[in-house]
């Protein structure tokens, strides 16, 4: 059983910068692709940013050039830098973990650009 548990969202202003991280219980962390998705209201979950045990990433084209994800393997943790953010980064931000076959989700963090 995996646990994991996001924070870091909030209320930013158009061109602002928020850092996202998310907390895992499960053991092998190290092993297993970790993700950032994101869901805006009436729209489908998308995936932001993947990394690898190994540190290869991958990200949704629209945000390659503003966001970074990263891991700590010591603590269970990945996190997502989120630069130059937009009013269209707006959503629920959801962590989540492929452990031996299965994903993960976390409960969600809310990020919202606005001015």
């Known amino acids: 059983q995996v646990q994991l548990v996001e924070s870091g969202g909030g209320l930013v202003q158009p061109g602002g910068s928020l850092r996202l991280s998310c907390v895992s219980s499960g053991s092998d962390f190290s092993l297993d692709v970790m993700g950032w998705y994101r869901q805006a209201p009436g729209n489908p979950r998308e995936m932001v940013a993947i990394?690898?045990?190994?540190?290869?990433?991958d990200y949704l084209n629209t945000v390659e050039t503003r966001f970074a994800i990263s891991r700590d393997n010591a603590k269970n943790t990945v996190y997502l830098q989120m630069n130059s953010l937009k009013p269209e980064d707006t959503a629920v931000y959801y962590c989540?973990?492929?452990?031996?076959?299965?994903?993960?989700w976390g409960q969600g963090t809310r990020v919202t650009v606005s001015s």
């Open positions: 990394i690898t045990g190994g540190g290869i990433t």
């Open positions: 989540s973990q492929d452990h031996f076959g299965r994903r993960y």
